[in-house]
T-cell receptor, first 115, second 115 residues
């Protein structure tokens, strides 16, 4: 049971390049989400998914796309990287219980630098 | 202490002392709260959670107190150890009775334990 696995751990991109950050979980969690974390700030929600085939925008969705074709995977795509997207990205998964979320588990993060 | 939207505060304690980290949450309708610990270079790690129908919950060396009247949450760590040094985040969720699957995070408190 690996939990939430993110790849790559580090990435450097040039402005304008595109790439996909991978996230996979093996806990059969319905809910998955992507956050970014910038220095001195908390985590901000980018996109989330409440199940396969269902995605929605979070607080800071511009410049990012997601899809959820399987329960296990939730990739995050940067369409055209910008220096403002330099950040640490975290994927998380959880399952619904008691009308809300439970068991919220984070991956170890992807540190992205856009030059 | 900590409040969503404020500068990252710091707390420095001596090894063996008790630590209290505070959090003021924003939404009176939030009914599920989580404390996370984040060590340098790692993803947030679940510590303890509490639902709004409780005012206290205890774990191993940690206690979370919830005061809904003033929208305040605190994390108490007993006999603080050097390994407890990290950034601590509180998060709130509007789970009850709806489909809100978002966690809203505070900006964190940096706890430093001096040996």
């Amino acid at each position: 049971n690996a939990g939430v696995t993110q790849t790559p751990k580090f990435q450097v991109l040039k402005t304008g390049q595109s790439m996909t950050l991978q996230c996979a979980q093996d806990m059969n969690h319905e809910y998955m989400s992507w956050y970014r974390q910038d220095p001195g700030m908390g985590l901000r929600l980018i996109h989330y998914s409440v199940g396969a085939g269902i995605t929605d925008q979070g607080e800071v969705p511009n410049g990012y796309n997601v899809s959820r074709s399987t329960t296990e995977d939730f990739p995050l795509r940067l369409l055209s990287a910008a220096p403002s997207q330099t950040s640490v990205y975290f994927c998380a998964s959880s399952y619904p219980a008691f009308g809300g979320l439970y068991g919220y588990t984070f991956g170890s993060g992807t540190r992205l630098t856009v030059v | 202490g900590e409040s969503v939207g404020l500068h990252l505060p710091t707390l420095s304690v001596q090894e063996g002392d008790n630590s209290i980290i505070n959090c003021a949450y924003s939404n009176s309708a939030s009914d599920y709260f989580i404390w996370y610990k984040q060590e340098s270079g790692k993803g947030p790690q679940f510590i303890i959670d509490i639902r709004s129908n409780m005012d206290k919950r205890q774990g191993q060396r940690v206690t979370v107190l919830l005061n809904k009247t003033v929208k305040h949450l605190s994390l108490q760590i007993a006999a603080t150890q050097p390994g407890d040094s990290a950034v601590y985040f509180c998060a709130e969720n509007l789970g009850s009775g709806g489909s809100n699957y978002k966690l809203t995070f505070g900006k964190g408190t940096l706890l430093t334990v001096n040996p």
